[in-house]
């Protein structure tokens, strides 16, 4: 029966439905599973509707990275001990729609943007000298340490989940979780409350520059306007003619 089903979906015309099928029937029921799991097997009773919401995104993201992925087509279809006529077209093709079913899921992991605007990377140094610079970063290693595996986060995953639509092998299932694992992290340390207290600070800082660049354009317009002297109006002379 087991072979039956594998030469079903392995045949050249029907691949290309069951894939698409099978795809679009874990995005509808991975939030009902999650859900349940969480209530059943977790016994998790008290949960924000923010991280329920993240989490559930996070579930059927990966459920379905996991269905993009090469390995998974190869357990699934067994690409590689079958041939058809046309097999590198369907091939190609195949590869093209887990890529673009990838991209997806790397779209849909939650908190993406507010995770870049809160944590955008290590501070700025403000000192100039060798010594200072190194004293600055003696005292804050800590927040260049998050700094710096906050960029990691956010350039590194999108990286991983797309190594696994191609590579197969221990390689892609170690990209697979690391991807996986990144994403839940992203949002796990991302808070809409940590969100609006940062674009308010953000905007108080933005007012009060905004305030000092209007009163040193003040300042130098007034200064500018009482340094000038009037200018003098000189007499005009007439030369006398000159006679022979």
Not at 56 to 70: E, G, I, K, P
Request: with cysteine.
């Amino acid at each position: 029966m087991g072979n039956l089903v594998h030469w079903l979906f392995n045949l050249p015309g029907i691949r290309l439905i069951t894939k698409p099928i099978t795809r679009m029937l874990l995005k509808l029921i991975a939030i009902p599973i999650f859900r349940f799991l969480l209530k059943y097997l977790l016994r998790v009773d008290v949960i924000s509707q923010e991280l329920e919401k993240d989490l559930s995104q996070w579930f059927r993201a990966s459920v379905l990275l996991l269905f993009a992925t090469h390995n998974m087509e190869e357990i699934l279809f067994q690409t590689s001990t079958r041939e058809f006529k046309h097999e590198s077209v369907i091939d190609a093709v195949s590869f093209g729609l887990r890529l673009f079913l990838a991209i997806g899921c790397i779209e849909g992991m939650p908190d993406q943007e507010l995770f870049r605007f809160i944590h955008p990377g290590p501070p700025k140094v403000k000192a100039k000298k060798f010594g200072d610079i190194l004293r600055e970063l003696r005292q804050n290693w800590r927040a260049w340490l998050w700094g710096v595996a906050c960029i990691h986060l956010s350039r590194a995953s999108p990286v991983f989940a797309i190594i696994t639509v191609f590579q197969v092998g221990p390689v892609g299932w170690i990209c697979y979780w690391l991807a996986v694992a990144q994403y839940l992290v992203i949002g796990l340390a991302t808070s809409r409350d940590k969100a609006i207290d940062v674009l308010t600070s953000f905007d108080a800082e933005v007012a009060a520059r905004r305030a000092e660049l209007l009163s040193e354009l003040q300042a130098t317009t007034s200064e500018s306007t009482t340094s000038t002297p009037n200018a003098a109006v000189q007499p005009v002379v007439e030369v006398p003619p000159i006679s022979n």
